[in-house]
């Protein structure tokens, strides 16, 4: 499925959130004007769906709690909203699911973070609605989702299955380089990629070695004197590493570790092995870091690419991509995938391109040449002249 539309009121720096999203979606914005709170929402919903230490309050601890979680611009209304409607198809005229949660403090007492709204829809039809009277008599049933409850989300487990699935990446190259020497531990859903090697060799060979083939042939494209790639256990360690093979004078080439891969190559190597790892909803942070912009330009296709030569249509998987690119964003051939976030003083908005923007893409502008000015701040002309 695909979220096809986000609805957000209180969230982070945002007030007011009302955008549709597409198969492919680009956020663009300044630094720190909200690109990656906003994918964070996805994140959440994550949590709460996992019924497995997740959860509502979980999602909340790891956000520093609701205080952190809720806009500092919400002045009179405390209330944190998110709402998501998902359809099966981009095209959809009617969404197919409809999910609604609202939460807030209580106010007095143990001041408990409660749910004031919970609502889940399928085709019009309402499954779930709350708070309902066992709730009000009980407010300590306010603190959970349904979501979260296994003997109570059966109706809409599709859902719940749907928000389990999505995939965050940030892939960071030291940690996977250096993981051993800087921590044993891999963060829960691994969002830098730490535990790349582990979760290679955790997947059924025949889909392994189907999966290596194909980035092996992308890097053959990007990276020079690249020519085999393998993933091989270490004899001594017992640990899985990927292998890499360059041309040279030497006959047999030169066979490289992951250590000692660019951080480009890694990266490239994450962004690729993602895309083929899941089918629900990818979340990636800047992808075109460490990359050369001619391997950059390249990411909007190479994703479409990649996801059509798996057995699913390639727009039956949903990512979302946050970028400062221009070279990226030059490649995006249809503007109303792009959504520009803007900072101001009542918290940021978001928003797709206005008419005047689309008219000048359609007169032969791209989507960077019209979009990334506005997202320069107003005072960076003077930031040579700080000292």
Same mark, same amino acid.
């Given at each position: 499925?695909?979220?096809?539309?986000?609805?957000?009121?209180?969230?982070?720096?945002?007030?007011?959130?009302?955008?549709?999203?597409?198969?492919?979606?680009?956020?663009?914005?300044?630094?720190?004007?909200?690109?990656?709170?906003?994918?964070?929402? /996805?994140?959440?919903?994550?949590?709460? *769906?996992?019924?497995?230490?997740?959860?509502?309050?979980?999602?909340?601890?790891?956000?520093?709690? =609701?205080?952190?979680?809720?806009?500092?611009?919400?002045?009179?209304?405390?209330?944190?909203?998110?709402?998501?409607?998902?359809?099966?198809?981009?095209?959809?005229?009617?969404?197919?699911?409809?999910?609604?949660?609202? /939460?807030?403090?209580?106010?007095?007492?143990?001041?408990?973070?409660?749910?004031?709204?919970?609502?889940?829809?399928?085709?019009?039809?309402?499954?779930? @609605?709350?708070?309902?009277?066992?709730?009000?008599?009980?407010?300590?049933?306010?603190?959970?989702?349904?979501?979260?409850?296994?003997?109570?989300?059966?109706? $809409?487990?599709?859902?719940?299955?749907?928000?389990?699935?999505?995939?965050?990446?940030?892939?960071?190259?030291? =940690?996977?380089?250096?993981?051993?020497?800087?921590?044993?531990?891999?963060?829960?859903?691994?969002? /830098?990629?730490?535990?790349?090697?582990?979760?290679?060799?955790?997947?059924?060979?025949?889909?392994?070695?189907?999966?290596?083939?194909?980035?092996?042939?992308?890097?053959?494209? *990007?990276?020079?004197? $690249? !020519?085999?790639?393998? /993933?091989?256990?270490?004899?001594?360690?017992?640990?899985?590493?990927?292998? *890499?093979?360059?041309?040279?004078?030497?006959?047999?080439?030169?066979?490289?570790?992951?250590?000692? $891969? !660019?951080?480009?190559?890694?990266?490239?190597?994450?962004?690729?092995?993602?895309?083929?790892?899941?089918?629900?909803?990818?979340?990636?942070?800047?992808?075109?870091?460490?990359?050369?912009?001619?391997?950059?330009?390249?990411?909007?296709?190479?994703?479409?690419?990649?996801?059509?030569? =798996?057995?699913?249509?390639?727009? *039956?998987?949903?990512?979302?991509? @946050?970028?400062? @690119?221009?070279?990226?964003?030059?490649?995006?051939?249809?503007?109303?995938?792009?959504?520009?976030?803007?900072?101001?003083?009542?918290?940021?908005?978001?928003?797709?391109?206005?008419?005047?923007?689309?008219?000048?893409?359609?007169?032969?502008?791209?989507?960077?040449?019209?979009?990334?000015?506005?997202?320069?701040?107003?005072?960076?002309?003077?930031?040579?002249? $700080?000292?």
């Amino acid at each position: 499925m695909l979220i096809t539309r986000l609805r957000l009121k209180n969230w982070r720096n945002f007030r007011e959130v009302d955008v549709p999203l597409g198969p492919r979606t680009y956020l663009i914005g300044a630094n720190a004007s909200g690109k990656s709170n906003l994918l964070d929402v /996805f994140r959440f919903l994550r949590t709460l *769906a996992q019924t497995e230490g997740g959860g509502l309050q979980k999602a909340l601890k790891e956000r520093g709690g =609701l205080t952190r979680l809720r806009s500092l611009h919400a002045r009179k209304d405390p209330e944190v909203r998110i709402e998501v409607e998902l359809s099966d198809s981009p095209s959809a005229e009617e969404p197919t699911w409809r999910y609604v949660l609202a /939460f807030k403090s209580e106010g007095k007492g143990q001041h408990r973070v409660l749910i004031s709204e919970e609502r889940v829809e399928r085709q019009g039809q309402v499954l779930l @609605s709350r708070p309902n009277q066992d709730d009000l008599q009980d407010l300590q049933r306010l603190t959970q989702t349904h979501l979260e409850q296994i003997n109570n989300n059966e109706p $809409f487990r599709a859902l719940v299955e749907d928000f389990s699935a999505t995939t965050y990446l940030h892939l960071v190259p030291q =940690l996977l380089k250096h993981g051993g020497e800087i921590s044993a531990r891999v963060m829960e859903n691994d969002p /830098f990629g730490q535990g790349l090697m582990q979760r290679i060799a955790q997947t059924n060979k025949r889909t392994r070695e189907a999966r290596l083939k194909r980035i092996a042939q992308a890097l053959a494209q *990007a990276v020079p004197l $690249f !020519s085999e790639l393998r /993933f091989a256990q270490d004899e001594v360690t017992g640990l899985w590493h990927l292998e *890499a093979n360059f041309t040279h004078w030497r006959v047999h080439g030169s066979w490289q570790k992951e250590d000692q $891969f !660019s951080d480009g190559t890694l990266r490239l190597i994450g962004l690729l092995w993602a895309l083929q790892e899941g089918d629900g909803l990818l979340l990636l942070e800047e992808p075109e870091l460490s990359l050369n912009d001619g391997i950059v330009e390249h990411i909007p296709l190479m994703i479409d690419r990649v996801l059509r030569g =798996l057995k699913k249509p390639a727009s *039956a998987r949903q990512v979302l991509i @946050s970028t400062h @690119s221009e070279v990226l964003l030059s490649q995006v051939t249809d503007p109303q995938s792009v959504l520009l976030i803007e900072p101001g003083v009542n918290g940021s908005t978001v928003r797709q391109p206005a008419p005047d923007e689309l008219q000048a893409m359609e007169h032969g502008l791209n989507p960077a040449e019209v979009l990334l000015p506005k997202t320069k701040p107003q005072s960076l002309d003077q930031f040579g002249l $700080f000292s």
